[in-house]
């Protein structure tokens, strides 16, 4: 009879959990095309066009009228980013999934993110067929972990647009499946949402020490050599390293890697004017990637960002010394030397909060290894891995001071590179 008690009681617990779970977890529906029931955020969105909230191009395979289309074309290579806000979010979630149903008319990689309450979460990569409808499901989990989360937005993408290739984006059948009820009012956004904020990083697939990159725009050609062929010849008879440098050109950048004292203007040029100087002292063409279109693209990268996602600029190679042996300046000696050096392509921040970047794209290097990177902002240190970023915080405005410790092989650098939060 005990047992028979036990047991009923275990059966009645586990039915009201079960009950209970039901009850507070259902399937909740954010666009079905029923009505104009959201938008996508102007503020910090990156596709060509506005979107066109109910279209109807006539039934897509599976994809039935209407649904949101997103069109057009862009002058270069360029990913295309906005957060969808529904008037049914923030929504609570509890596990569950989020499905989407999408469609493109050219072959592209697309991405799908939340925005919770501790900002954006990951992104999920999905390659889309032309003309082909694919339904996602995603686990909540992936997107912003495990356990009671918040979703105010949903983020989409399209990466790695090719420039003036006119490209439709097509989304319908958004829905998570196990919403557990409204977590307020409104949109969900708040003022640094609207300033772009939680825009996702994208991470591109790079080989660090080849020179090949994609550029968003054309790349710019690489300065003019100051060595002849005949002079490159001679010098790579007498070292294994591909650049050499002058004595005063290494001293220049020696302060720049060592200044405790620079403005925000020179820690932003500081990385440039450095690897021009080694670029332009190459005895081979094409050796790494190219520093000038690196920091250009970084730049614009950070500007897109509104400078509060920014990439890391990182150079690590090997070049030569030239030091005269007498007042001739006919002879010589070559001495190696082993370049650690970081940058940021920026000079002023408008937040108290910013994400830096480590990023193997905006790596210059010859080695077959990336160096471990940590930043350190007002007295706190985050070691960032290759892919990754950190979000460092200031305590005040003004000229804020940022160091980065790296290492490569036996080689340890402490770099202070400089910021105005305004």
């Given at each position: 009879?005990?047992?028979?008690?036990?047991?009923?009681?275990?059966i009645a617990?586990?039915?009201m959990?079960?009950?209970?779970?039901a009850?507070?977890c259902?399937?909740?529906?954010?666009?079905?095309?029923?009505?104009?029931?959201?938008?996508?955020?102007e503020?910090?969105?990156?596709?060509?066009?506005?979107?066109?909230?109910?279209?109807?191009?006539?039934?897509?395979?599976?994809?039935?009228p209407?649904?949101?289309?997103?069109?057009?074309?862009?002058?270069a290579?360029?990913?295309?980013?906005?957060?969808?806000?529904?008037?049914?979010?923030?929504?609570?979630?509890?596990?569950?999934?989020?499905?989407?149903?999408?469609r493109?008319?050219?072959?592209?990689k697309?991405?799908?993110?939340?925005?919770?309450?501790?900002?954006?979460?990951?992104?999920?990569?999905?390659?889309?067929?032309?003309?082909?409808?694919?339904?996602?499901?995603?686990?909540?989990?992936?997107l912003l972990?495990?356990?009671?989360v918040?979703?105010s937005?949903?983020?989409?993408?399209?990466?790695?647009v090719?420039?003036?290739?006119?490209?439709?984006?097509?989304?319908?059948?958004v829905?998570?499946?196990?919403?557990?009820?409204?977590?307020g009012?409104?949109?969900?956004?708040?003022?640094a949402?609207?300033?772009?904020?939680?825009?996702p990083?994208?991470?591109?697939?790079?080989?660090?020490?080849?020179?090949?990159?994609?550029?968003s725009?054309?790349?710019?050609?690489?300065?003019?050599?100051?060595?002849t062929a005949?002079?490159?010849?001679?010098?790579?008879?007498?070292?294994?390293?591909?650049?050499?440098?002058g004595?005063?050109?290494?001293r220049?950048?020696?302060?720049?890697?060592e200044?405790?004292a620079?403005?925000?203007?020179?820690?932003?040029?500081?990385?440039?004017?450095?690897?021009?100087l080694?670029?332009?002292?190459?005895?081979?063409?094409?050796?790494?990637?190219?520093?000038?279109?690196?920091?250009?693209?970084?730049?614009?990268?950070?500007?897109?960002?509104g400078?509060?996602?920014?990439?890391?600029?990182?150079?690590?190679?090997?070049?030569?010394?030239?030091?005269?042996?007498?007042s001739?300046?006919?002879?010589?000696?070559?001495?190696?030397?082993?370049?650690?050096?970081?940058?940021?392509?920026?000079?002023?921040?408008?937040?108290?909060?910013?994400?830096?970047?480590?990023?193997?794209?905006?790596?210059?290097?010859?080695?077959?290894?990336?160096?471990?990177?940590?930043?350190?902002?007002?007295?706190?240190?985050?070691?960032?891995?290759?892919?990754?970023?950190?979000?460092?915080?200031?305590?005040?405005?003004?000229?804020?001071?940022?160091?980065?410790?790296?290492?490569?092989?036996?080689?340890?650098?402490?770099?202070?590179?400089?910021?105005?939060?305004?």
């Open positions: 009879m005990k047992n028979r008690t036990l047991k009923g009681i275990a617990g586990l039915c959990a079960i009950c209970g779970h009850e507070n259902k399937e909740t529906v954010l666009y079905d095309g029923s009505g104009a029931n959201g938008r996508m955020e503020t910090g969105r990156t596709f060509p066009e506005a979107p066109e909230w109910n279209a109807n191009w006539g039934n897509l395979d599976n994809m039935n209407p649904y949101i289309r997103l069109s057009g074309q862009k002058g290579k360029a990913d295309w980013t906005g957060n969808l806000v529904f008037d049914k979010l923030p929504l609570r979630l509890n596990g569950g999934s989020l499905k989407i149903t999408a493109a008319t050219q072959n592209v697309f991405g799908i993110w939340l925005t919770g309450n501790s900002g954006s979460g990951n992104v999920a990569f999905y390659n889309l067929q032309a003309n082909s409808t694919k339904a996602i499901e995603v686990p909540v989990a992936s972990g495990a356990g009671d918040t979703a937005k949903v983020g989409i993408g399209l990466f790695g090719p420039a003036y290739q006119y490209t439709t984006l097509f989304i319908d059948n829905k998570f499946t196990c919403a557990a009820g409204n977590a009012s409104g949109s969900g956004a708040t003022s949402d609207t300033d772009g904020e939680n825009t990083y994208y991470f591109r697939d790079v080989v660090p020490n080849s020179p090949a990159r994609e550029f725009g054309d790349p710019l050609a690489a300065p003019a050599g100051a060595y005949g002079e490159r010849s001679a010098l790579r008879q007498k070292t294994q390293s591909l650049f050499v440098l004595e005063q050109e290494h220049q950048i020696v302060r720049f890697q200044s405790k620079l403005t925000a203007k020179q820690s932003r040029d500081g990385w440039y004017n450095s690897m021009f080694v670029e332009r002292n190459r005895l081979k063409d094409s050796v790494i990637a190219s520093p000038k279109n690196l920091f250009l693209e970084a730049g614009e990268i950070a500007a897109a960002s400078n509060r996602s920014i990439p890391l600029l990182v150079a690590d190679l090997d070049y030569a010394i030239k030091y005269f042996t007498d001739t300046l006919v002879n010589y000696r070559l001495q190696d030397y082993h370049l650690l050096l970081a940058g940021l392509p920026v000079t002023e921040v408008r937040s108290s909060k910013v994400k830096v970047a480590y990023d193997p794209f905006f790596t210059a290097t010859t080695r077959n290894t990336l160096p471990s990177v940590e930043i350190c902002a007002a007295g706190k240190c985050n070691a960032v891995q290759p892919g990754s970023e950190t979000e460092i915080e200031f305590a005040t405005a003004g000229m804020q001071e940022i160091t980065v410790k790296m290492r490569s092989g036996n080689l340890n650098v402490n770099q202070t590179l400089k910021l105005e939060v305004k």
